[in-house]
């Protein structure tokens, strides 16, 4: 264990710079109770102020802190020094599978594309004027897509899939999960066109159900199971001739 006159001391890497960059070593006491998004900060308020990262709510709540650390894409604020240093040691860099602002800070713009692509907004069927439509709670709509409502769109599923890193048109595990969770409220004006959006070579039918999605999740979503159910609902909306043309599915 690294030491100094003060107590233990972390050995921390952090991505510097923008895609071409590369790694600076910093000193960082360790502290009990630490959390990586607590040495990130000590390194910009007390080390160099000129490092960029995101952050926000702190406690679990926003996602923003995504980061990778030592190879795994998570939630900063809410991983422990003490559950994945090795050797007192930490790399830090920004999440996989997308382009780099600068140090830490990732760019999600093709993430929410995808996100847009698709449908993942609500499209709802009724005026402002009309009775609120209800949703049975019973209903086995409401129950499929329970299970899946609860993403804050961090992208921590997103810097983990497989199928991303080397398919870079696939739309990704966050954007199909909504799609699930779009397809399945019974609200929704236009079921038909969420399978129209992601039955494509790079949607729903690209998925190769490495489970990476469900492996990483920092709220325990499974996507690999709204993504399945995305694959069911098209092949029989192919089958009823309401796909005809799509690619991917004639």
Do not use: D, I
């Given at each position: 264990m690294s030491t100094s006159d003060s107590g233990p001391v972390l050995k921390v890497d952090i991505w510097r710079g923008g895609a071409d960059g590369g790694f600076a070593r910093y000193d960082v006491p360790r502290e009990e109770s630490q959390t990586i998004l607590d040495v990130v900060t000590y390194v910009q308020r007390n080390l160099d102020p000129s490092l960029t990262y995101r952050f926000a709510c702190r406690v679990g709540m926003c996602g923003s802190c995504a980061m990778t650390v030592n190879g795994r894409p998570r939630w900063t604020c809410r991983t422990h020094v003490a559950k994945v240093a090795q050797d007192d040691s930490l790399r830090i860099e920004p999440l996989q599978n997308l382009p780099v602002i600068k140090d830490l800070a990732a760019d999600l713009t093709p993430f929410f594309e995808k996100w847009q692509q698709a449908r993942g907004r609500f499209q709802g069927r009724l005026g402002r004027h009309d009775e609120f439509d209800r949703v049975r709670p019973d209903s086995s709509a409401r129950q499929a897509a329970d299970a899946h409502v609860e993403c804050i769109n961090c992208a921590v599923c997103y810097s983990a899939c497989d199928v991303v890193s080397w398919r870079p048109d696939y739309l990704g595990p966050a954007a199909l999960n909504r799609a699930w969770v779009a397809y399945n409220d019974e609200r929704d004006a236009d079921p038909i066109g969420v399978l129209r959006a992601v039955a494509s070579g790079a949607g729903c039918l690209s998925c190769h159900t490495h489970q990476s999605c469900a492996e990483h999740c920092p709220v325990e979503i499974n996507p690999t199971a709204g993504i399945a159910g995305l694959k069911r609902a098209a092949f029989k909306a192919?089958?009823?001739?309401?796909?005809?043309?799509?690619?991917?599915?004639?």
């Open positions: 192919f089958l009823k001739g309401q796909l005809r043309g799509e690619q991917g599915t004639s």
